[in-house]
């Protein structure tokens, strides 16, 4: 965090200093946390109300770890500084702002918002891996992308950072526009608009509305990088000031913008050549990338990730050299386990939606073994709303339209898909339907055999990922 004194964070937050008045000139440097198991000697602690359990609970054992200030929203008995606030969440955010704000006067600090249905976390992990070739970069842990998570990341800036990669994710309309108040984009990147979350949002028409927040406050100066295979962000560059930077997987489009030819997917990666936009002199510069992130829908989120580095002026040497040190998305995104005995297991069970499940299952089909097969193991796509049941069924019959050998559906959110199935394909056991993962667990080990790629895709609130990582064990 840039360094403050307590009575100027007092003050950011608009709450009242109590435990501690003369301490209001010292200066406080450590980090924010809202976990008291993570709080380090010097930082501030958040005591910020659960859904299960409340920050006030657990602010002595944040002062034990070496906290030197607590925010909270009523007056604790620690031997410590307090400031007392109306909203602990709400004065996280007011902290980022003010720092953000402090970072930004130094001159050096550029900041890039990812936002999209899919693909920010991939995105954001890529992007960070170019641009700290070149500088000091602050990127989120995991996915912190929400009103806690993303002022976290923002207050881990210091005076010497160059770069700030914010994942800003939203739940409902307004959510992107909050964070950016706190930390506004120099380039402001959309992936795409998607099903994801639907139900929250009330269908996708709100969710391009949401996702557009991203767009509409940039400047004149700033960049929105679009993407262009997508005709509900393509639409954004009528809602922004900002210049517009094409990114599209479509090798033939025009060489105004970033893009991929030559994509070929194999069981280690995708290989693609990598176009930068033409400029003023003629064909702007090309790569060849060995991208070792599989699924070659994720091409897109190396493109994205280019665009947002190009328009900061990163060269294409560094660019193709932090594409290429990614090994995986991330946990549990399409993560390659197992091995022995001839069996693959990709881990891809941390997020889905009907465009992830649907990539997730091409790229089963693409890199099943010549004499193997290409089992799903599906779980079910939360927070779809009314096109719950029609896009369950959609990714059954995609799964019997491509091929797979194999489906088993595992808890009665997806069983939909099984139905679908069995409708589509007739099949005579080629899709099995479990209501735990225990069971699934059993029906696979009795059942794989050498040469087998699985794949276990699903909502996280679905909780496959524990049974991918157990398969993973099984065959490592």
Not at 12 to 24: H, K
Not at 108 to 115: D, Y
Not at 430 to 436: G, L, W, Y
Request: aromatic share 4%.
């Amino acid at each position: 965090m840039i360094a403050m004194t307590i009575g100027d964070i007092a003050e950011a937050v608009g709450g009242r200093l109590v435990a501690g008045q003369d301490a209001s000139s010292r200066v406080i440097e450590g980090l924010s946390y809202t976990d008291s198991r993570e709080v380090e000697p010097g930082g501030i602690f958040f005591a910020k109300p659960g859904e299960f359990t409340d920050g006030h609970l657990f602010a002595p054992q944040a002062v034990e770890r070496g906290a030197a200030l607590v925010v909270v929203d009523h007056e604790l008995g620690l031997d410590i500084p307090q400031i007392v606030v109306d909203d602990v969440v709400d004065a996280l955010g007011a902290l980022a702002r003010t720092s953000i704000a402090l970072a930004r006067e130094a001159g050096v600090l550029r900041i890039v918002g990812i936002t999209g249905s899919n693909g920010k976390t991939t995105t954001k992990n890529l992007l960070a891996a170019i641009l700290g070739r070149v500088g000091e970069t602050v990127a989120p842990r995991a996915s912190f992308n929400n009103e806690v998570g993303a002022p976290l990341t923002m207050l881990e800036v210091g005076e010497s950072t160059r770069f700030l990669v914010a994942e800003m994710g939203a739940s409902r309309e307004g959510d992107i526009a909050r964070l950016i108040h706190m930390a506004k984009p120099d380039v402001g990147v959309v992936l795409k608009v998607g099903l994801a979350h639907a139900g929250e949002f009330g269908g996708i028409e709100h969710t391009q509305r949401a996702k557009s927040e991203m767009v509409t406050d940039l400047d004149a100066g700033d960049t929105a990088v679009l993407n262009a295979d997508d005709p509900r962000v393509a639409a954004m560059a009528q809602l922004t000031r900002a210049q517009v930077l094409w990114f599209g997987v479509d090798g033939d489009a025009a060489a105004d913008r970033v893009r991929a030819t030559d994509v070929r997917s194999t069981r280690t990666g995708t290989t693609f050549t990598l176009h930068l936009p033409a400029g003023v002199e003629g064909d702007g510069p090309s790569r060849e990338v060995s991208f070792r992130v599989l699924g070659e829908h994720h091409v897109a989120n190396a493109l994205a990730a280019a665009s947002a580095a190009h328009a900061l002026g990163v060269g294409i040497d560094d660019i193709v050299a932090g594409l290429e040190s990614v090994t995986r998305a991330e946990r549990w995104r399409m993560e390659v386990m197992g091995g022995a005995r001839g069996v693959t297991i990709i881990n891809d069970a941390y997020n889905a939606s009907p465009d992830s499940m649907a990539a997730a299952l091409k790229t089963l089909v693409q890199l099943r073994e010549p004499e193997g097969r290409a089992i799903a193991v599906l779980g079910e796509m939360s927070e779809l709303g009314e096109a719950s049941g029609a896009e369950h069924d959609r990714v059954g019959l995609l799964a019997v339209r491509l091929g797979v050998d194999q489906v088993v559906v595992v808890g009665a959110g997806a069983r939909r898909m099984h139905i679908s199935t069995i409708n589509e394909g007739s099949w005579d056991g080629e899709s099995v339907f479990v209501e735990t993962q225990d069971e699934a667990y059993a029906l696979l080990e009795s059942m794989l055999r050498e040469g087998d790629t699985v794949l276990v895709k699903s909502s996280n609130s679905a909780g496959l990922r524990h049974l991918g990582d157990r398969l993973g064990e099984l065959y490592s």
